[in-house]
């Protein structure tokens, strides 16, 4: 029988969101909550709730499966966390610990990778068999969709778009080495060169913003005065925008992808980047792929759960192709 | 009936070198001659001259097919020349003009991609679903092998791995943008950075090398020196070999391939690049990653030929496949 429904989680270091979400994309009933202090069972029982109180009113039979995005290095094959910094998951079998408590079949993923399926089932990349996606937000985050899925790689570990060379010795990474692009556009960037702007003249319109206290200013005030048409605040995110494309220049040229969709909090929020990255790509990319479209992402504030949805509809469906 | 050679041909800016190659990758017979100055009718007829010289001995049934690597810019999928540098091939229809004039399926690839795929079917990286060939030499080529295959990416386009962002606003490069590998790394890099080192008295190795002329200074001579232990030319040589294995990084996190392929006149002739770029790599990739392989190409300078039959004998294959 062909399921309707999909159960998508998105857990975060501050809130888990959940939604039952139908085939095309819809969301039928969402949960919020505070993602619970301390190990990983308050997490799991969490989870275990939200999968409950949004599936209430659906069939069992009728549920794909559960899809997890977690921010948290996933080998996906072996459906084991590597790596978790804002959560106490890594070693541990989540998938197992959630699954031993459900019906239904349940498959953990990146949140990257979550997003990046969601825009491909539901958003802006539906359709493209050879797209990028990346999410800008608090770190740099995204997947590598190639001849119509996901690509893996060896270990189930590939989609990292974050951790690449910009700039030899450069500024420090979160992840150890230096100079890579999530420490020049992620949101501790933006607030570092928000707050010396704020330090001088030029930066009044953002100090402004934040009340006269510099240690107030946020991403998103750098990006409120941008989009309000504050020069310095413009020339922050518009560098911003100019260092992202000409990172995504080398991936245009190594994969030649016909589609980039750009998300996360900070990718959605501020024009000028995408703007910027798209006309540093057009420049600036090898002759034949530069027909690259660079777009916003499609799902906004639904993405986390919807994408968690699409990876549940995803392996349901693989899993019916090869019984059939 | 299943054909037993293919004839690869590797079309330089100085030489075409043509051989005959066995499905297991051994050469029966080679030629050699200088590629014909001018426009692309006497490139062709001396690939034409080069065919019937080294296939005379074998009946046109048992041959797979002609592969011919060329540097250039290839639309795989039109089997268009997009653009080339050394060769006046731009927008010929390079395949139609030889396969016009033999008995025999005609294939064209970057050169880069045809040292992929040699490596893949006959050298360091048989067996290997997931690698990246790097090739250095006076630019930096290669091709990106996923899932059992060369990734050809949206317009046929994908593998340029030298023109990837590692200085903002960096060093010029042939390209016309600024900062990429191939302004690091390839054979300008090393007679700069040789040249500079001569002027002082670190060099002073290098320099005797040169006769004690700074514009006879060659990629060959700071290799050299570097391989009989000058530490001047090995500290060049050393930090190639670091931004190398630093963009690397960059291209383990995102695809996390099991094995990277270092192949091309600069890269095969001096130990410290690829033990630099490993080292750097084990460091740097981000968890899980850490386990892919650093080696040397194994084909030498029958790359190019042999890379090019494995074109041949891939196409034939695969379209051996489609009829059954």
Chains 1, 2 share one sequence.
Do not use: W
């Not at 079998?93 to 825009?119: F, Q």
């Not at 993405?303 to 968690?308: E, L, M, T």
């Amino acid at each position: 029988m062909r399921t309707s429904y999909a159960v998508g989680l998105d857990v975060g270091g501050t809130r888990i969101a959940a939604a039952l979400v139908e085939r095309k994309g819809r969301i039928v009933k969402e949960s919020k909550t505070l993602t619970p202090k301390g190990g990983p069972f308050g997490v799991v029982d969490a989870i275990i709730d939200a999968v409950e109180e949004v599936s209430a009113s659906v069939h069992p039979s009728e549920i794909a499966g559960i899809g997890i995005g977690l921010p948290a290095q996933i080998d996906f094959f072996r459906q084991t966390v590597e790596f978790c910094t804002n959560l106490p998951l890594a070693g541990v079998d989540m998938r197992s610990l959630v699954m031993s408590r459900v019906k239904h079949a349940v498959t953990i993923d990146n949140d990257g990778h979550t997003a990046a399926l969601g825009e491909s089932r539901f958003g802006a990349a539906k359709g493209a068999k050879d797209f990028v996606m990346v999410t800008l937000g608090t770190g740099v985050g995204g997947g590598v969709f190639l001849g119509g899925q996901l690509f893996r790689g060896h270990r189930g570990l590939a989609g990292e778009l974050g951790h690449t060379l910009v700039e030899i010795d450069g500024l420090e990474c979160p992840c150890g080495a230096r100079g890579h692009l999530e420490a020049y556009v992620a949101r501790p960037a933006i607030i570092r060169e928000g707050r010396a702007a704020a330090e001088t003249f030029k930066g009044a319109a953002i100090k402004r913003l934040a009340g006269d206290d510099l240690d107030r200013i946020s991403a998103e005030i750098v990006i409120d005065a941008a989009n309000s048409g504050d020069d310095e605040a413009l020339r922050i995110m518009g560098e911003i925008g100019g260092i992202l494309g000409q990172s995504l220049v080398g991936i245009v040229n190594m994969l030649n992808p016909q589609l980039i969709v750009v998300g996360g909090g900070i990718g959605e929020s501020c024009p000028i980047v995408i703007e910027r990255a798209s006309a540093v790509i057009s420049e600036h990319a090898l002759a034949g792929r530069r027909d690259v479209r660079v777009v916003r992402a499609d799902l906004g504030n639904d993405a986390g759960v919807v994408g968690a949805a699409a990876l549940a509809f995803d392996e349901n469906d693989s899993r019916e192709g090869m019984h059939r």
